[in-house]
């Protein structure tokens, strides 16, 4: 199945600075990729698409200020926290979609816990 | 908007046991995907099964199969001679069919079934 990868793992930080996570497609393009939240012992919620050279598609409750998101390049999406507070202290996992004949199936990075002191 | 729920919020089985995951969800939606995913301990999120809502047939895959029910918007995942190595948070998930370029193409998940295999 394709690969993506994240950058970094985990991630901690001060109260106030801004973060950024590196979802990469390893060996094939991603035209879209998605950005998922996940809190301690819950699900995954989606809080964003990103799509190459134009502007990310955020889910209803999702501040586009805080949550940058850029996909300057058809294998990078970035998603930068700015302003991190402790609230936002949480697990953050990428996805692309399949880029077979389908484009149905996504495929999942392995996370980046930051933790917000 | 479509819900997902997963009743079962843990499970345990024996291993080399069969275990049955619930889950059914909720679209007004004729034409939509749905898929199970494997969380172990590490995290990562791994693809079991997906199946296709037009497809009357029920997808498997080696020990993984799924009930499909259209009618009763039902989705259970059924793992047959249960490994040690399929502990783990199983979550359920659907997709819209129809492609808007948008977030409808992302996944809706359920809350998830921890499964627990007892040697």
Known sequence: GAVVSQHPSRVICKSGTSVKIECRSLDFQATTMFWYRQFPKQSLMLMATSNEGSKATYEQGVEKDKFLINHASLTLSTLTVTSAHPEDSSFYICSARDPGGTRVTQYFGPGTRLLVL | ?119
């Not at chain 2, 069969?18 to 301990?41: G, H």
């Not at chain 2, 259209?70 to 948070?89: H, N, V, W």
């Open chain 2, 1 to 119: 908007a479509q819900t997902v729920t997963q009743s079962q919020p843990e499970m345990s089985v024996q291993e080399a046991e069969t275990v049955t995951l619930s889950c059914t969800y909720d679209t007004s939606e004729s034409d939509y995907y749905l898929f199970w995913y494997k969380q172990p301990p590490s995290r990562q999120m791994i693809l079991v099964i997906r199946q296709e809502a037009y497809k009357q047939q029920n997808a498997t895959e080696n020990r993984f199969s799924v009930n499909f029910q259209k009618a009763a918007k039902s989705f259970s995942l059924k793992i047959s001679d249960s490994q040690l190595g399929d502990a783990a948070m199983y979550f359920c998930a659907y997709r819209s069919a129809w492609y808007s370029g948008g977030g409808a193409d992302g996944l809706t998940f359920g809350k998830g079934t921890h499964l627990i295999i007892q040697p």
